[in-house]
C-alpha cells in the first residue's frame, strides 16, 4: 500500500465516521450553528433596542415589525430574545471550560501520582459530588451577592466532582498502560508524557463529556437566572425571560416564557444530541 | 568473570503485608543474559520494575556499572541518563504502543531523546525497523493495523532506540503464537550478535529461557529458590520446584538458528 492509498483510506473512514452523526446530530449542529451566529450577531441583528420599555406596549402580542409582541415592561421580545442568545450561551461556555479544566486536571493528577494522591482526592471527590449544586448557589449568592459569575462558579463547584470521578477512571486505564511505562524508561518527563500523549488519547472522551455538560450547563445557568441567583436584569437572557414571562403566563401571555424556553431547551437538547452521537463515534461511552 | 553491568544485591519489596520479592541478588555481565523463571506472583516484573525505576524497592541495592539505582531517578534528567543502560519490553502487546502514533512517530519520538539532528533521527528509525525486521512502510502505519508479533517487533525498536546496555523483557513473547515466539526469539540472538546487549528474560516457561540465557534465577513466592548457569540447572535442578517447572517443559522446543519464516 502506497502513501497516497493509506490517506485515502484513512479520508474515507474519515467521512463514514462523520456520517454517523445522522440527520439528528447534524439537525443538532445545524441548531447550534444558527445560535452560535445570533449570539455573536444578535445585537447588529435585532430589530429594535431589547431595553427600550413602553408600558403602553406592555404584553402586546405579535403586530408588523415585532414578529413575537412585546413583554410586561413593552420591550421588543423578538429583539431581547437575539440579544439574550450571547448571555445565555456564554455562561455556560465559561462554565464547561471550567469545570473541564479543573475536573481533568484533578483526575490527572490522582492518575498519575496514585497511592496517597489519588486517596486524598478521590474522598474529596466522593464529598463534594453528595453537596447539592443548587444549595452552594444559593449559599454563595448571599455572600457574594447574585450575578452569572456567582452562578458560573456555584456550578463549577457542583459539576468538578462529577467530571473529575469520571475521568479518573478512564485516566487510570490509560496511565496503566504499557506504552506509558515504556516512556518513562526511554527518559520522557511526566509532562511530556500527560501532554502528548495521556491527554490526547483522552481527548474524545473529555470532549464527548464536556458537550453532553454543555446541554446541562444551559438549562442549569437558565434554571439559576430563572430564581434570580445568575444573570441580572435588566439583561436580556433566556433564563431570566423565562423568568420575567412567568406572570404573565398565569395571565394568558405564554410567548416570552415560551420562546425564551424553546431556545435554552433546544440548545440543552442539541447539546446532548451531539456529545451522545460523539461518544458513541469514538467509543467511549 | 568480569565486572558485572548489573549487580542486584539483597532485593526486597513489601506491599501492605506481602513480600513480593525478597532478598534477591543475581549478577548481569556485559552481553551476558539472565533468566528469572517463576511461576505467576512469584515477583519477576516486581523485579523487572524496581530496576527499571517504575517501583521503589523496600530494601537492598541495585548498581549499574558501579553506579547506586537503589532508588528510581528523581528527575528527567536522571531518567534519561539511565535509559542509555537499561530499556524494558512487556508483555502486552495491545498496550504496548500509543494507539494514536504510527510507529514511525513512536521510533522517532524516542530517538528524540538522544538525537538531536532530525535527518539522523530518520534513518536511524528506519534503521530500527530493519534491524527488527519490519518492512519500511509499516512505519505509516498505527498499532492497531500491526499484529501482535510486529507489535512486539515495534515494542524492541522503541526500546533499542536509547542504545541500552542491557534489555529486560518481562514475558515478551509469551502473549504471542509458539512460531511467533520462535521468530521474535531469533531476533535477540540476532540482536545480541550485533549489538553485544546483555538480557535479562523473564518468563514461566523454561523452554523460553533454555537456549536463551546464560544462568537463571527460579523464584518462588519473591525467593531465589535455585541460581546456576543454565545447563547445569537443567540438568540437575535442585530444589523440587524447579524439578516441577522442569516437568511441565514438553521437551526442548525452540531451537535458535531454525527459523521459520
Ligand atoms: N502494585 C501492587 N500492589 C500490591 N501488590 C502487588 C502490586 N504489584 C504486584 N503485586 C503482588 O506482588 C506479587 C508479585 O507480582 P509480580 O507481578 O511481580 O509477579 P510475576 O512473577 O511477574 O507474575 P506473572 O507471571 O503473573 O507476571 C503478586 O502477588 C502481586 O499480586
Ligand atoms: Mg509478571
Not at chain 2, 539472565?34 to 541495585?62: Q, Y
Request: proline content about 5%; hydrophobic content about 45%; charged content about 15%.
Amino acid at each position: 500500500m502506497s502513501i497516497g492509498q493509506i490517506a485515502i483510506g484513512r479520508n474515507r473512514g474519515y467521512r463514514k465516521r462523520l456520517s454517523k452523526l445522522g440527520l439528528l446530530g447534524w439537525l443538532a449542529v445545524f441548531v447550534l450553528f444558527i445560535f452560535g451566529v445570533i449570539a455573536i450577531f444578535g445585537s447588529a441583528l435585532a430589530p429594535h433596542d431589547p431595553n427600550k420599555i413602553d408600558l403602553a406596549y406592555s404584553y402586546v402580542g405579535p403586530i408588523p415589525g415585532h414578529p413575537l409582541g412585546f413583554d410586561e415592561l413593552g420591550r421588543d421580545l423578538f429583539s431581547r430574545l437575539l440579544v439574550g442568545a450571547r448571555t445565555s450561551l456564554i455562561g455556560p461556555i465559561v462554565l464547561v471550560i471550567s469545570t473541564t479544566l479543573i475536573g481533568t486536571s484533578i483526575a490527572i493528577l490522582a492518575a498519575w501520582r496514585r497511592g496517597w494522591t489519588d486517596a486524598g482526592l478521590s474522598a474529596g471527590v466522593d464529598i463534594a459530588v453528595a453537596f447539592p449544586g443548587l444549595l452552594l448557589a444559593i449559599l454563595l449568592s448571599t455572600v457574594f451577592g447574585a450575578s452569572l459569575w456567582v452562578a458560573i462558579a456555584a456550578l463549577t463547584l457542583a459539576y468538578t466532582p462529577s467530571l473529575a470521578r469520571l475521568l479518573r477512571s478512564s485516566a487510570l486505564r490509560e496511565t496503566g498502560m504499557d506504552y506509558v511505562k515504556a516512556l518513562k524508561v526511554l527518559g520522557f518527563s511526566d509532562s511530556q508524557i500527560i501532554f502528548k500523549h495521556l491527554l490526547p488519547n483522552l481527548a474524545p472522551f473529555i470532549i464527548a463529556q464536556a458537550i453532553i455538560m454543555f446541554g446541562y450547563a444551559t438549562l442549569d445557568l437558565g434554571g439559576l437566572s430563572f430564581l434570580g441567583i445568575g444573570v441580572q436584569p435588566p439583561t436580556a437572557d433566556w433564563g431570566t425571560m423565562v423568568a420575567a414571562g412567568a406572570s404573565g403566563l398565569l395571565q394568558g401571555y405564554p410567548t416570552q416564557t415560551l420562546a425564551a424556553g424553546s431556545c435554552l431547551v433546544l440548545t440543552a437538547l442539541s447539546f446532548a444530541v451531539i456529545g451522545d452521537r460523539l461518544a458513541r463515534i469514538w467509543g467511549v461511552e | 568473570m568480569s565486572t558485572p553491568l548489573i549487580k542486584v544485591s539483597n532485593l526486597s519489596k513489601q506491599y501492605g503485608d506481602l513480600l513480593a520479592v525478597a532478598d534477591v541478588s543475581f549478577e548481569l555481565p556485559p552481553s551476558g543474559s539472565i533468566g528469572i523463571v517463576g511461576e505467576s506472583g512469584s515477583g519477576k516484573t516486581t523485579v523487572a520494575k524496581i530496576l527499571v525505576g517504575l517501583e521503589r524497592a523496600t530494601s537492598g541495592k541495585i548498581e549499574v556499572e558501579g553506579q547506586d539505582w537503589s532508588l528510581p531517578a528523581k528527575n528527567s534528567k536522571e531518567r534519561r541518563e539511565r535509559a542509555k543502560y537499561l530499556q524494558i519490553v512487556f508483555q502486552d502487546p495491545y498496550s504496548s504502543l500509543d494507539p494514536r502514533q504510527s510507529i514511525g512517530t513512536a521510533l522517532r519520538e524516542a530517538l528524540s531523546i538522544s538525537m538531536k539532528d532530525s535527518d539522523e533521527v530518520i534513518v536511524r528509525a528506519s534503521e530500527l525497523a530493519d534491524l527488527v525486521g519490519l518492512p519500511q512502510r509499516i512505519l505509516e502505519l498505527r498499532p492497531a493495523k500491526l499484529s501482535g508479533g510486529q507489535r512486539q517487533r515495534v515494542a524492541i525498536a522503541r526500546a533499542l532506540a536509547s542504545n541500552p546496555k542491557a534489555l529486560i523483557l518481562d514475558e515478551s513473547v509469551a502473549a504471542l503464537d509458539v512460531s511467533i515466539q520462535a521468530q521474535i526469539l531469533n531476533l535477540l540472538v540476532d540482536i545480541r550478535e550485533q549489538t553485544g546487549i546483555a538480557y535479562i528474560l523473564v518468563s514461566h516457561d523454561l523452554a523460553v529461557v533454555r537456549h536463551f540465557a546464560d544462568s537463571l534465577i527460579v523464584m518462588k513466592n519473591g525467593n531465589v529458590v535455585e541460581r546456576g548457569q543454565t545447563e547445569a540447572v537443567m540438568d540437575q535442578p535442585n530444589h523440587e520446584y524447579t524439578k516441577l517447572l522442569l516437568a511441565s517443559v514438553p521437551g526442548p522446543g525452540w531451537v535458535p538458528g531454525k527459523r521459520s519464516i
